[in-house]
Nanobody
Framework: QVQLVESGGGLVQAGGSLRLSCAAS????????IGWYRQAPGKQRELVAR???????NYADSVKGRFTISRDEAKNTVYLQMNSLKPEDTAVYYC????????WGQGTQVTVSS
């Protein structure tokens, strides 16, 4: 059974930084395409960052230049470094495989105050 566990969220002032982690059990992140998603209240879940099996990264325009996705294969963990946070980044953040997605984890709440 695949389990995704996100952590690292919290309350931060605008301009601050957070690093989110997503640990997987039961399935390897290695050589897979992984995405970080977020869902704000009343909005649909959106993909904000992705990393391919080969390490290629891609970002939504809203976070480009501020967020960085990375992967530690030894720890089977994916990270999202978030800098220069804005109030509009407030959301619950999730990770998942882009193809053959697993069940969603509980997510981690990020709240950015102005």
């Amino acid at each position: 059974q695949v389990q995704l566990v996100e952590s690292g969220g919290g309350l931060v002032q605008a301009g601050g930084s957070l690093r989110l982690s997503c640990a997987a059990s039961g399935r390897s992140f290695s050589a897979n395409n992984i995405g970080w998603y977020r869902q704000a209240p009343g909005k649909q879940r959106e993909l904000v960052a992705r990393i391919s099996g080969g390490g290629y990264t891609n970002y939504a325009d809203s976070v480009k230049g501020r967020f960085t996705i990375s992967r530690d294969e030894a720890k089977n963990t994916v990270y999202l470094q978030m800098n220069s946070l804005k109030p509009e980044d407030t959301a619950v953040y999730y990770c998942n495989f882009l193809f053959a997605a697993s069940d969603w984890g509980q997510g981690t709440q990020v709240t950015v105050s102005s």
